[in-house]
T-cell receptor
Framework: KAGVTQTPRYLIKTRGQQVTLSCSPI?????VSWYQQTPGQGLQFLFE???????NKGNFPGRFSGRQFSNSRSEMNVSTLELGDSALYLC?????????????FGPGTRLLVL | GNSVTQMEGPVTLSEEAFLTINCTYT??????LFWYVQYPGEGLQLLLK?????DKGSNKGFEATYRKETTSFHLEKGSVQVSDSAVYFC??????????FGSGTQLTVLP
């Protein structure tokens, strides 16, 4: 079974621009979560989607948004990029029936904001 | 809220040495506990998990036991290899539908 895929793998943007990242979950998984990883803050939860509905959201500004499609694929968008948004963005998928179940991660998208 | 406290790194060991990385947690209810590993330039890979008290997760020679009385989930391996060099994350999954991670421990194994 194919794993979680994320595109693109690398991105370079400038301040003020916006960016869209994509995630395809493991087949059959209906929940997709997004995390931001930085050297200073570690791994922080952004949001979680299940059946096209956002069920949970982390403590990030409104510039960070996401959505999920009917085929469970998900996108996240960051508008008006700031230097501090430079990070590795990780997507994870799970069956979605419980918060205690295993999440499987993709390789991440590394975003550099100049 | 939930939190995970993980042993600070970096940790440097010689090949075949014994490894312990400490992890303690605070949570409401009955969370699942995980260890993930991250190799350079990659995402997180699930190493092992435990879903209830006294469960032992194991994989590739690594083990961790879910200790509810001490709220701990320490990672151990009897004989590390150079290929085990990576960053290890302890994580907790509970009712909030999000993983809460420790700060990560960088492990370097020297030949």
């Amino acid at each position: 079974k194919a794993g979680v895929t994320q595109t693109p793998r690398y991105l370079i943007k400038t301040r003020g621009q916006q960016v869209t990242l994509s995630c395809s979950p493991i087949s059959g998984h209906r929940s997709v979560s997004w995390y931001q990883q930085t050297p200073g803050q570690g791994l922080q939860f952004l949001f979680e989607y299940f059946s096209e509905t956002q069920r949970n959201k982390g403590n990030f500004p409104g510039r960070f948004s996401g959505r999920q499609f009917s085929n469970s694929r998900s996108e996240m968008n960051v508008s008006t990029l700031e230097l501090g948004d430079s990070a590795l963005y990780l997507c994870a998928s799970s069956l979605g029936t419980s918060g205690r179940e295993t999440q499987y991660f993709g390789p991440g998208t590394r975003l550099l904001v100049l | 809220g939930n939190s995970v406290t993980q042993m600070e790194g970096p940790v440097t060991l010689s090949e075949e040495a014994f490894l312990t990385i400490n992890c303690t947690y605070t949570a409401t209810g009955y969370p699942s506990l995980f260890w993930y590993v991250q190799y350079p330039g990659e995402g997180l890979q699930l190493l092992l998990k435990a879903t209830k008290a006294d469960d032992k997760g194991s994989n590739k020679g690594f083990e961790a036991t879910y200790r509810k009385e001490t709220t701990s989930f320490h990672l151990e391996k009897g004989s590390v290899q150079v290929s085990d060099s990576a960053v290890y994350f302890c994580a907790l999954g509970g009712s909030a539908r999000q993983l809460t991670f420790g700060s990560g421990t960088q492990l370097t194994v020297l030949p």
